[in-house]
Each structure stands twice: as structure tokens, then as C-alpha cells.
């Protein structure tokens, strides 16, 4: 069965750049959500989209914006990076029916890693 | 604070033995999720529970939702090498309007052989 699809899986930056994040969540599923998970960490949500539209909001950083395509795929982009942004991005995706959310299925994850 | 504690953090233990991970919150769940994670990689879905005092069973692993929907547990009977890995429990809180997961801090499982 598909799942998540995550790219790029490895990315190195250095301070101060910008990083683009891409997930192309499961066929059919229109709920998307990121979450960063640091070193020794349990993952923290950053956001979420259902159906193009920001459906909740977590402890994402104003310099970190993020959307969610026509085709459900969604672009985490985040900007001026610090050290302390290096970790791991997971996209995790669902099938939302009214008032319903299917459970969340993860993404392989892109490491950050920022210099 | 942690709103979903996960006991016990570490647990190392011989192949064969049985072992109980727990997950508990003051908090209730409309749904809770364990996941198995391994380093690098993306957690990967187990089980999902939603009903109070649900128990669902896969294979050697038997989940359980408590009756209140705050607590939940998992055990592995006759542990193999193979359970190694990091588990983490996952809830979509009650009060909260959307789905985002509370994680606890996971328990990371080592059988030996």
C-alpha cells in the first residue's frame, strides 16, 4: 500500500538559509500535519491542513510557513534557520469525513540538519 | 508538562519475559494511538483505540484504552529480539477542535537474547 512520501529525506543547511520540506500525503487522505521531532525527543505538532485550508496550529515558529496544495501535497518552508531547528520533520497524513479524523499515518522523515 | 506520561522510559529485558508499557493523563482522549519508531524513521501506526475499555489484540501485543479514555497500556507476551525498538503512545485530546497527536516521551524496549 502507499504511504507518505517525504522529500528530501537528508538535508543539510546552514545558518540563516531557507529549507523547503515536501510531503505528498496518501492517495484519498486530505489531512495533512507536521511535526519536529528533536534529539531524544517525543514529536511536537507544528501544523495542519485539511482540505488547502490551516485546520489547527502547534508550536510552529513564525519563521516557518507552510501550505497544502490542490493535488493535497504540502510544503513546510522554513526560513532564517538556527541550530536549534535541526531535527527531525515528519509529515503524517488522514481521511477527514465530517466531523471524523481517520488516524494519522507517518511519513520517513527529513532530517535537518543546520550548521 | 508533559500531558501524556509514558512509563517506564527505558526497559531491557531477556527473550521470553512478558512486559507492560503504560501510558496515563489527567486528561481525556477521543482516540489513542501506539506507534513503534525506529531511529530515523517515521513512527509507524500499531493500533488505534477509541472506546473506554477497549482491548484489541495483534499477535503478541494486546492494547488496551482505559474505561475513562485517559489511561492505556501495552503488553508483549514472550518478548523476542525483534520487539526492540522505541514505542510511543499518541492521543487526540478531547478539548481540542483539531487532530493533532500529544505524544508521550515513549519507552524505548530491549529484548536480549
Known amino acids: 500500500a502507499a504511504g507518505v512520501i517525504q522529500s528530501p529525506r537528508h538535508l543539510i543547511k546552514e545558518k540563516r538559509e531557507t529549507a523547503t520540506l515536501k510531503c505528498y500525503p496518501i492517495p484519498r487522505h486530505d489531512t495533512v500535519y507536521w511535526y519536529q521531532q528533536g534529539p531524544g525527543q517525543d514529536p511536537q505538532f507544528l501544523i495542519s491542513?485539511?482540505?488547502?485550508?490551516?485546520?489547527d496550529k502547534g508550536s510552529i515558529p513564525d519563521r516557518f510557513s507552510a501550505q497544502q496544495f490542490s493535488d493535497y501535497h504540502s510544503e513546510l518552508n522554513m526560513s532564517s534557520l538556527e541550530l536549534g531547528d535541526s531535527a527531525l520533520y515528519f509529515c503524517?497524513?488522514?481521511?477527514?469525513?465530517?466531523?471524523?479524523?481517520?488516524?494519522?499515518?507517518f511519513g520517513p522523515g527529513t532530517r535537518l540538519t543546520v550548521l | 508538562t508533559q500531558l501524556l506520561e509514558q512509563s517506564p522510559q527505558f526497559l531491557s529485558i531477556q527473550e521470553g519475559e512478558n512486559l507492560t508499557v503504560y501510558c496515563n493523563s489527567s486528561?481525556?482522549?477521543?482516540?489513542l494511538q501506539w506507534y513503534r519508531q525506529e531511529p530515523g524513521e517515521g513512527p509507524v501506526l500499531l493500533v488505534t483505540?477509541?472506546?473506554?475499555?477497549e482491548v484489541k489484540k495483534l499477535k503478541r501485543l494486546t492494547f488496551q484504552f482505559g474505561d475513562a479514555r485517559k489511561d492505556s497500556s501495552l503488553h508483549i507476551t514472550a518478548a523476542q529480539p525483534g520487539d526492540t525498538g522505541l514505542y510511543l503512545c499518541?492521543?487526540?485530546?478531547?478539548?481540542?477542535?483539531?487532530?493533532?497527536?500529544?505524544f508521550g516521551e515513549g519507552t524505548q524496549l530491549t529484548v536480549n537474547p
Open positions: 503524517a497524513s488522514s481521511f477527514t469525513s465530517g466531523a471524523i479524523t481517520d488516524t494519522q499515518y
Open positions: 486528561s481525556v482522549f477521543s482516540s
Open positions: 491542513f485539511y482540505e488547502k485550508m490551516q485546520s
Open positions: 499518541a492521543g487526540e485530546l478531547q478539548e481540542t477542535s483539531g487532530s493533532r497527536l500529544t
Open positions: 483505540v477509541v472506546t473506554g475499555g
